[in-house]
Nanobody, 110 residues
Framework: VQLVESGGGLVQPGGSLRLSCAAS????????VFWYRQPQGKEREVVAS???????WYADSVKGRFTLSRDNAKKSVYLQMDSLKPDDTAVYYC?????WGKGTLVTVSS
């Protein structure tokens, strides 16, 4: 199983980014995919998750600003992040079963 995140970068406060997580080497559509983030010097925390049927859960800190979607045919999950804040700055990771991607850095700064 391999996971590859992409889409991170530098964005100003209030801006948007769309992260992608592409999976390979596994059945995809039956599994829940998780997004975590880890700010520098802090512990990794779960941000959101999406089940195979598309049902999504969000942490309170991102609810109303982040939106998850998935394309099972492409074995991909997308995290749309809007109204970004400096506190959203972190390395974002996706997780499927027990496999983690290498992460993508999101920096929110003016």
């Amino acid at each position: 199983v391999q996971l590859v995140e992409s889409g991170g970068g530098l964005v100003q406060p209030g801006g948007s980014l769309r992260l992608s997580c592409a999976a390979s080497g596994t059945i995809f559509d039956i599994y829940t995919v998780f997004w975590y983030r880890q700010p520098q010097g802090k512990e990794r925390e779960v941000v959101a998750s999406i089940q195979g049927n598309g049902y999504a859960w969000y942490a309170d800190s991102v609810k109303g600003r982040f939106t998850l979607s998935r394309d099972n045919a492409k074995k991909s999950v997308y995290l749309q992040m809007d109204s970004l804040k400096p506190d959203d700055t972190a390395v974002y990771y996706c997780k499927l079963i027990n496999t983690w991607g290498k992460g993508t850095l999101v920096t929110v700064s003016s």
